[in-house]
């Protein structure tokens, strides 16, 4: 990956947003995402395409459900990069808001 891919991956809301809660985790269902981030699935599923295609994020799937994780695999640079952002925006709007709806999320469960 280049940076250009790599922050071009980044420069959508959306993906920024899940790869901030997946950074919060060891990963997440297409469930929580649509619940926290209050978005279709149809939304959600694209996004994480494009994630996936860049490498930033694995997928697995558990019965109907599909489960995201970082990749545990990604470059050192550009682990530490995502990391430092993360712990960064962590701070600030909507991702206060994503952080306090996922510990509400995580407490009630879906799948």
């Known amino acids: ?3 250009t891919d790599f922050f071009k991956t980044l420069s ?3 993906r920024l947003r899940c ?4 950074s919060q985790c060891k990963s997440l269902c297409v ?3 649509m619940a926290i981030l209050e978005a279709p699935q149809s939304r959600i599923s694209r996004h994480f395409k494009a994630l996936r295609d860049a490498g930033l994020v694995l997928d697995e799937r558990k019965d109907q459900w599909v489960h995201y994780r970082l990749n545990p695999e990604l ?3 550009w682990r530490d990069m995502l990391k430092q952002n993360m712990n960064h925006i962590r701070g600030q709007q909507p991702f206060v808001h994503d952080l306090e709806r996922l510990k509400v999320y995580q407490r009630d469960g879906c799948c």
Do not use: I, S
Not at 19 to 22: D, E, G, S, V
């Open 1 to 3: 990956m280049n940076a």
């Open 12 to 14: 959508d809301a959306t």
């Open 19 to 22: 790869l901030f809660l997946l």
């Open 75 to 77: 470059a050192p640079q």
């Open 31 to 33: 469930c929580d995402f």
